[in-house]
């Protein structure tokens, strides 16, 4: 199965900061670009940020300058390390590989974490 598990989600209070971790299953290649996105309810969700295999990243204007993708390959992990949180900052948080290579499973599909709820309080 391929799996994509999100943690570090929390309460915190505006101005404060989390860092989220998503680890990924073994059979999810290395080469492939990994990605954060949220929902807020009533809302669609949006892309948040995004991460190549080569470390190239991209933000959403509402995350710039403030949180920062990273991954370390050998665990297999994506991290969204996230400060100066604000209240519009609440949601579902979800990680993400997008048009995704998988050991043993033809061509590319997206594959989609649970989500892990994020609520900053003011």
């Known amino acids: 199965q391929v799996q994509l598990v999100e943690s570090g989600g929390g309460l915190v209070q505006a101005g404060g900061s989390l860092r989220l971790s998503c680890v990924a299953s073994g059979n999810i290649f290395r080469s492939n670009a990994m990605s954060w996105h949220r929902q807020a309810p009533g809302k669609q969700r949006e892309l948040v940020a995004a991460?190549?295999?080569?470390?190239?990243?991209n933000y959403a204007d509402s995350a710039k300058g403030r949180f920062t993708i990273s991954r370390d390959n050998a665990k297999n992990t994506v991290y969204l390390q996230m400060n100066s949180l604000k209240p519009e900052d609440t949601a579902v948080y979800y990680c993400a590989c997008q048009r995704c290579k998988v050991l043993g499973i033809l061509g590319a599909n997206d594959y989609w974490g649970r989500g892990t709820q994020v609520t900053v309080s003011s």
């Open positions: 991460i190549t295999s080569g470390g190239n990243t």
